[in-house]
């Protein structure tokens, strides 16, 4: 029985064969690709549970690639591989999309471990996905298949990660949940770049529920957030 199917990009020939066959003896289906202009339509084609997918290819580089499979699927895991080692790269990696990002030259054991991070990572967000779809928060109505967040005055349209996270708020709702767990939970670990994401992703919850004093995101220090809806209960909406 496979252990998932995964989209490699790799336009280093060798290295991709090492790499697509010691992922196959660990029981993955491996469809490879060496050229950017394929990988979008191999996507379409073959529905992988994660893309591994190399950042500096020729034609189109593995962000642009990210990019692309973010519109056709906003919840598929992503992992980059990369030579570079700049902090600018690697925010640009978590900006659009990626969940994991592995430097190379890296060993197999490390990519397998990271790979079977975000894809029980995967497996976690679809659990706590139990959180009936459309929830009124306080004064806004939260659509999580739409990713929108909306009020009688106005909508916003969520990022895919703006919406787990606050997904994962509203599900633990007057309870502390500690950071790790949701870092794990999000983005498969609790390394310092996706803790700075996090900060950066409650920073941007805080600024959109801001016009409902009775809602809040609460820090707590050491531990991690405790979601406040002032006492009310928010009501689940099953329409829409």
């Given amino acids: 029985m496979s252990a998932g199917t995964i989209l490699y990009v790799e336009d280093e020939l060798f290295l991709g064969k090492i790499v697509k066959e010691s992922l196959e003896s660990r029981g993955y289906h491996v469809i490879m690709e060496s050229d950017g202009a394929r990988v979008l339509e191999a996507f379409r084609q073959t529905d992988p549970d994660v893309c591994v997918l190399d950042v500096m290819l020729p034609g189109v580089d593995g962000f642009t690639l990210a990019s692309g499979i973010r519109e056709m699927n906003e919840a598929i895991p992503i992992i980059f591989l990369t030579a570079k080692t700049q902090t600018t790269d690697l925010v640009k990696g978590f900006s659009v999309g990626g969940n994991d990002y592995i430097r190379k030259p890296f060993s197999m054991e490390e990519l397998i471990v990271r790979i079977e991070n975000v894809l029980r990572s995967k497996k976690s967000v679809k659990a706590t996905n139990e959180v009936v779809d459309n929830v009124t928060i306080g004064k806004y109505n939260f659509h999580f298949v739409r990713q929108t967040l909306s009020s009688d005055t106005d909508e916003r349209k969520l990022s895919f990660r703006e919406s787990e996270l606050l997904r994962l708020l509203y599900a633990h709702r007057d309870r502390i949940i500690d950071r790790r767990e949701i870092l ?51 009501a689940r909406n099953t329409s829409g």
């Fill in 184 to 234: 794990n939970l999000l983005w498969g670990n609790d390394s310092f770049f996706n803790s700075r994401n996090l900060d950066v992703y409650i920073t941007k919850l805080r600024s959109y529920l801001r016009e409902d004093e009775s809602l809040s995101i609460i820090t707590i220090k050491g531990v991690g957030y405790r979601f406040a809806v002032g006492g009310q209960t928010a």
